[in-house]
């Protein structure tokens, strides 16, 4: 990964490491200097917020934390960074030790709702109760943990991200239960970027489709040449999410209608297994908005249910499904409180269930399912869809359509500390610049657009390679995913 290659340089030019690891946080939080951060929501964002907090930091203090025990900690939940920084940000200066904690935990309304309204959450501790998992400390990549963390404590966030604006969070299909909406005008928002949504199958599936399409043999191993990618119809997306696919019914309207019997024998019984984020996900409402129309209209029959959840205006449900994750039977759906819990159901629970079981779910294309430079794969693969590639350059352009912008906020009574206001507002104005993101890790970013705002004059007229590589053309209008997305620059 470029940012690997970007550190192992400056660790080798630097001689002994100094990482900031819980020993050392500690004895800086007792000698008061060390500046702490702390954000909550928008597990789609995690690594678009760990990337930019890396560009901060001097590589020989660079530190990371996941959530979790042992060797291999998930970090589906929380995580966090330390280091010196090694330039002046907002108004902490070159060498200020930093801890930046981040929950990922619940997902975008996490990063709203309580924000809004000024209520505690549970952040990860990162102390001297995290132990060391075994990886290089200092840390050369946001995915490798130097420390596993297991202790939660209480305070407030000082900011929130949203993988959509906090106004379409407040819709009642959003809304946890009760679906009681919270005043946001207590809110400083503003748009940190544009992020890449896809959709994706778990290998078992994605093998069985390019299949279907043509594209490798009969019974030939999946092949993962881009030129190969195969695609599903929106429609069917949009089926399967609200409900209305499901393996062995009367009329077998289900996988059969995108894989034929000629490639599966038992395509019309298989089940519709769906990983989905749960209420209150910006991953999940920006799908409701874009391929259910759900909660983009007053008109109950303008907009599609969202499968196991049944919506009012007055509480919004999750209903258990009524079966288990398998190749054959009707359907089952899994909801997760972060893009992990989806990354795991898709290429672990389902793929690794007994016979052949396909599932769908979605992901930011920030994720990755085999990330660079490791021999991880998570057993999943993302799909075109109606033929289009989920690729930045499409993305940037309007060629592919499901991009969202995303938010960050803080309560501008709340976040009483100056110096943590000026933090997060170079992050929030900064991060999803071209320059930002050009450093940041690669798989990072294939799913992060630079939005129209921040360069000037027209795409046509753009001719700095960096700011191309990242520059979106496109935008909603602001705070609005409810609108189309329009070429707008």
């Keep these: 990964m470029q940012v690997r290659l970007i550190a192992l340089a400056a660790l080798a030019s630097c001689g002994a490491s100094h990482a900031l690891t819980p020993a050392q946080i500690d004895a800086a939080r007792a000698a008061g200097t060390l500046k702490e951060v702390y954000v909550a929501g928008a597990s789609a964002q995690r690594l678009f917020v760990g990337a930019w907090f890396q560009e901060q930091c001097k590589p020989t203090t660079f530190d990371v934390f996941f959530n979790g025990t042992g060797a291999a900690p998930s970090g589906s939940n929380h995580r966090a960074y330390s280091c010196e920084l090694n330039k002046k ?21 996490q990063g709203v709702v309580p924000v809004a309204s000024g209520a505690a959450q549970d952040f990860m501790a990162v102390d001297g109760t995290c132990t060391a998992t075994g990886k290089p400390s200092p840390a050369t990549d946001i995915l490798n943990a130097g420390f596993a963390c297991n202790n939660v404590f209480s305070r407030l966030a000082d900011a929130g991200v949203s993988d959509v604006e906090p106004a379409l969070l407040n819709k009642p299909v959003n809304l946890l239960a009760p679906a009681v909406a919270v005043a946001t005008t207590s809110l400083d928002v503003g748009t940190i970027n544009q992020t890449v949504m896809a959709v994706a199958v778990n290998k078992k599936a994605y093998r069985a489709l390019q299949e279907a399409q043509g594209l490798i043999g009969a019974g030939a191993a999946l092949d993962d040449d881009p030129a190969k990618q195969p695609s599903l119809p929106r429609t069917f997306v949009s089926a399967a999410f609200s409900g209305k696919l499901s393996g062995g019914t009367a009329d077998r309207r289900g996988w059969n209608v995108v894989i034929p019997a000629s490639v599966d024998a038992d395509v019309e019984n298989k089940q519709v297994n769906v990983c989905r984020r749960n209420v209150g996900s910006g991953t999940q409402a920006s799908f409701n908005a874009e ?59 389902v793929e690794n269930a007994a016979g052949t079981a396909y599932a769908i779910g979605v992901l930011s294309r920030e994720n990755t399912p085999t990330p660079t430079g490791t021999t ?49 507002s170079q992050m929030r104005s900064n991060a999803g610049r071209a320059a930002s993101l050009s450093i940041a890790d690669v798989d990072t970013q294939e799913g992060v657009l630079a939005p129209p705002t921040t360069y000037s004059g027209p795409y046509a007229a753009l001719t700095d390679a960096v700011t191309l590589k990242f520059a979106s053309r496109v935008a909603r209008n602001t705070s609005a995913s409810c609108s189309p997305l329009a070429i707008v620059k």
């Design 291 to 349: 391929f259910l129309n759900n909660d983009c209209s007053n008109v109950a029959g303008n907009k599609l249910a969202v499968l196991g959840q049944t919506t009012g205006t007055t509480n919004s449900t999750v209903v258990a499904p009524t079966t288990t994750a398998a190749a054959l039977g009707t359907q089952w759906w899994n909801l997760g409180s972060g893009s992990g819990n989806v990354e795991t159901c898709l290429g672990s629970t």
């Design 89 to 109: 940000v907002g108004n902490w200066a070159a060498g200020t030790k930093v801890l930046f904690v981040k929950r990922d935990q619940g997902g975008s309304t």
């Design 376 to 424: 991880t794969d998570k057993g999943y693969r993302f799909v075109k869809l109606d033929g289009i590639a989920p690729t930045r350059d499409n993305a940037k352009v309007g060629a592919y359509g499901f991009v969202y912008a995303a938010t960050m906020q803080w309560n501008k009574t709340t976040l009483t500390d100056t110096a943590v206001k000026s933090f997060l």
